[in-house]
């Protein structure tokens, strides 16, 4: 049985040890899919942007004027009758999102409001991440919202796309992740957010799909490890690799567009009830090209 690293936090060890116990190690090659960058055990934040082009030699690229989530909706390889649907204000969202400006708004379940003070106190100011506000958000909070590419330097290629959203009112980093596709073993193409924690992540793998009234449908709702949904993986002190597939705790982004009014909706549940909910509206910044 693997070991977590010792030199950490007590929280983290447990943390850590509690994926080994009752996850599966898992093969570098054969989870190409699902791998992605760890964080240090000093805080991960704004530091971990430094840290993953130091660990990949790549440089953070500020020349780029384009700092989309997605270079292309062409990416999601949807089919054709979808692309033709979805909406193109949500296509713009995405490939051009330091474009936008976000308000946050959040609702809790109030019987289950103890999950999110929970993570707070344990992990989000020590980690410098997942800083999810623990009262209800009536009035629209401003976020940060910043796009950082790191690219190669021979080859000028786009190797990393980080999305960072603070609270502008504290700095407080709400999320930092790492974005990017991924084939499943099926072949479906997904989105995979990648949130760098103490020798491991959380990742949530999310599936697109195109609604009746052209909104973008991001669900991680599978049901086993190989399909969409959360994980927690692991680097354990000997550097083998564990994952947790999380099959109750499920993540859904729903992105519309109506009279050129863009809002996203992400719910998220544990056993089927509703923890969270966000809703963010999205603005458009006058930019001069």
């Known amino acids: 049985m693997g070991i977590a690293s010792k030199n950490q936090s007590i929280q983290d060890w447990i ?3 509690w994926v080994i116990l009752f996850g599966q190690r898992i093969d570098n090659d054969k989870y190409q899919w699902l791998l992605g960058p760890y964080g240090g055990t ?3 934040g704004i530091k971990f942007v430094e840290q993953l082009a130091k660990e990949e030699n790549l440089v953070i690229d500020s020349q780029r004027k384009k700092q989309g989530l997605l ?8 089919s054709e009758i979808e692309l033709k649907k979805l909406s193109q204000e949500v296509i713009d969202f995405y490939e051009n999102t330091s474009n936008y400006d976000l308000l946050l708004k959040a609702k809790w379940n109030p019987f289950l409001k103890i999950f999110g003070t929970l993570i707070k106190s344990v992990f989000s100011k020590r980690i410098e991440q997942l800083n999810v506000p623990i009262e209800n958000l009536e009035d629209a909070s401003g976020l940060t919202n910043e796009i950082i590419k790191l690219v190669d330097t021979k080859t000028n290629e786009v190797k990393r796309t980080i999305w960072i ?6 700095g407080q980093v709400v999320y930092s992740g790492v974005y990017e596709t991924c084939s499943l073993p099926n072949k479906q193409i997904c989105i995979k957010a990648i949130f760098p924690l103490p020798n491991g992540n959380a990742t949530v793998i999310l599936t697109p799909s195109v609604g ?4 973008l449908i991001l669900d991680s709702s599978g049901q086993r490890i190989g399909d969409s949904g959360f994980y927690f993986l692991l680097r354990d002190s000997k550097g083998q690799l564990w994952s947790k597939f999380i099959k109750s705790f499920k993540d859904k982004l729903v992105v519309k567009s109506m009279n050129d009014r863009i809002t996203a909706t992400q719910t998220l549940t544990l056993w089927n009830l509703k923890i969270l909910e ?3 509206e999205i603005k458009k910044l006058h930019t001069i090209e």
């Open 15 to 17: 943390t850590q040890q």
């Open 42 to 44: 000093k805080g991960i």
């Open 71 to 78: 270079d292309s909706i062409l990416n999601l390889r949807l």
């Open 165 to 170: 959203r603070t609270f502008k009112s504290t």
């Open 212 to 215: 009746k009234n052209g909104e």
């Open 278 to 280: 966000f809703e963010y």
